[in-house]
């Protein structure tokens, strides 16, 4: 059973760092260790694990759609605290790790609850469980990054010109579900100087002839995630949009050509820095060269310079430099890819190229 | 301007509370005082409120999208901690209010570089601004109610029979779209069973004749939510499903009845409830009557019991009994409703009886 395993080697990393509990909540540490996934809102949902076991503590409410798994079940009534009930599960001067994203309401009513524990991230104790994926895992990231393939693959047929930004992202979305996705969870479409905004929210700008428009989309298929970019051109692109498009697509791919096991993580963003850099756009390449991808579309590694993480067969990540002119135009070319046991493969692999569309 | 406003009406409570910053991360707080919203992801957007002004702190990437507003805008570097940024404008042993929904990892970082300064929650700060709609919120809320009415108006003439819970719920999610919202959030289809859970998840199950069958569904439209819930039937409905049926309804409309400036919160839940254990179903209504909707789906105030605050004019909130027979059946009715000066009115107005569908 593959969440019994994984909970064992939680184990194993809690008894080597000398951590005695660790608290999950909102985030995917908890469907990564129990199937388990519900909605972030206020009601405390959270899984206690030490070496007595696991105990998922839920609103009673939401007991009836808990599938049984390997832990015990405490259901909450809506006239109780939650944190009265978490905190007695605690060993009150002990070492608790917690969920990067629980919501800090409830690590201060924690700290009230158990001023002598010393209470740290759980990211360290799985981050080298969940970073490297398995043979399952992989499989679904392929799947999902199949499905937006798919729909890059449609892209070039549809209209953008005279269109509204936010109509072409409406599409865009729509054909994530039509090709396989069970949701969409981003589709950016930023055209013209609004490309050189890497994370623009699509506008009521008209895309007009001569713009420049980045296509970002994802989303998720059976809990696995997906994250493609492509950068297009309505009409004929000039000599100095054809430049910059050359310029990531070659950082991009000698960035992939850089993965295998023991490069570090910084050392694959280095060399698609050094390709922008060289060609005379460092500056404009103002974010990190990719983050690593699976229950969650942004988890670790990140290929960001300082993070001498090395990577090993099995994590799947991101490669998408770009290169952003304020006010003008902007490009990114993303793609997910896995490292093997010798280098790395793609797993998007539609036309990469600066298709001309209208 | 309408932020201005709400930035000064915070700085009044923080000088009633002896707060010196107030720190906004994920969540609604940042929005609801800035018009800006992001994506709760791991780089970190923090709003920054005291004396001397608001800053917001923008990953440098995320710097394009923001709209100039009352604030001064700090960008950080991919290579840098926000952290130090954010902890650089905090007074070293002040006391700081943080918005709930930041991320734990985010209060631990600020902990470990702030060891003498006193955090605590900001919702004691904000939800008095929050909780009391003005008349642009409140047009905004009722257009999101009326879209979720023409949903339910066209429910009965959707096929539920034969048909699996997903599917049925994905039509759903399209008319919320269809009708004018920018975003469906959740689109409960519990049927049978099923319905016996309050947050059931829409699953592959078939609808039969027979079932009752609970559809709960809300969204977001220009920023605000909707959130609204009715009680189908296959087929020709039992004594018993009439009975609880009726008894739902009853408990929902004394609930709003007993709604007016004043009441507390948890007196309408214990309205609700008195009806309901009258009945004889008590036990059955395992979850509290309500809670506040705006910026967010669920916000305060809650309706439980425990909850001494009081109602006031401009508050907007659900009203939703529901009563669950494990194994069997359950009902609810949900409305959004407004109190006013004198008493609340809904802003849900379809139809609320148990509606015979195929």
């Not at 809506?78 to 917690?98: F, R």
């Not at 969940?130 to 999902?144: F, M, N, Q, V």
Request: aromatic share 6%; proline share 6%; charged share 20%.
């Amino acid at each position: 059973m593959v969440f019994a395993q994984r909970v064992r080697t939680l184990l194993d990393q809690m008894s080597l760092a000398g951590v005695d509990t660790v608290l999950l909540s909102v985030g995917a540490d908890l469907p990564y260790l129990t199937g388990y996934e519900t909605t972030p809102l206020e009601r405390l949902t959270m899984l206690v694990v030490d070496s007595a076991g696991s105990t998922l503590v839920v609103p009673e409410l939401e007991a009836p759609r808990v599938a049984p798994g390997e832990f015990e079940i405490v259901a909450w009534k809506e006239t109780s605290n939650p944190l009265d009930v978490v905190a007695k599960m605690c060993p009150p001067s002990g070492s608790i790790a917690l969920g990067d994203q629980t919501w800090s309401v409830f690590l201060m009513g924690l700290l009230e609850r158990l001023p002598k524990a010393r209470f740290r991230s759980a990211t360290p104790l799985l981050r080298p469980l969940r970073a490297r994926k398995d043979a399952a895992e992989i499989g679904l990231l392929e799947a999902a990054a199949a499905t937006v393939d798919r729909v890059s693959a449609r892209l070039p047929s549809v209209r953008f010109r005279g269109r509204r930004e936010r109509e072409v992202a409406r599409e865009v979305m729509d054909m994530m579900i039509q090709e396989g996705h069970d949701e969409g969870q981003f589709w950016i479409v930023a055209s013209g100087p609004n490309s050189a905004s890497p994370h623009h929210e699509p506008s009521e700008r008209t895309i007009e002839a001569g713009d420049v428009v980045v296509v970002d989309f994802g989303g998720r298929q059976a809990g696995y995630c997906s994250d493609t970019a492509r950068t297009f051109v309505i009409g004929e692109p000039t000599a100095e949009q054809i430049r910059v498009h050359a310029t990531v697509l070659e950082a991009q791919q000698q960035a992939l050509a850089a993965c295998r096991p023991g490069a570090t993580a910084e050392s694959i963003d280095g060399v698609a820095r050094g390709v922008i850099e060289q060609a005379g756009f460092g500056e404009y390449f103002i974010h990190r060269t990719g983050h690593g991808i699976g229950l969650e579309t942004h988890e670790h590694p990140y290929l960001v310079a300082g993070n001498n993480e090395v990577l090993e067969p099995g994590m799947c990540f991101s490669i998408e430099p770009g290169i952003y002119l304020p006010g003008r135009f902007g490009v990114r070319i993303e793609d997910i890819v896995m490292v093997t046991e010798s280098h790395a493969v793609p797993l998007n692999n539609s036309d990469r190229s600066l298709r001309v569309v209208s």
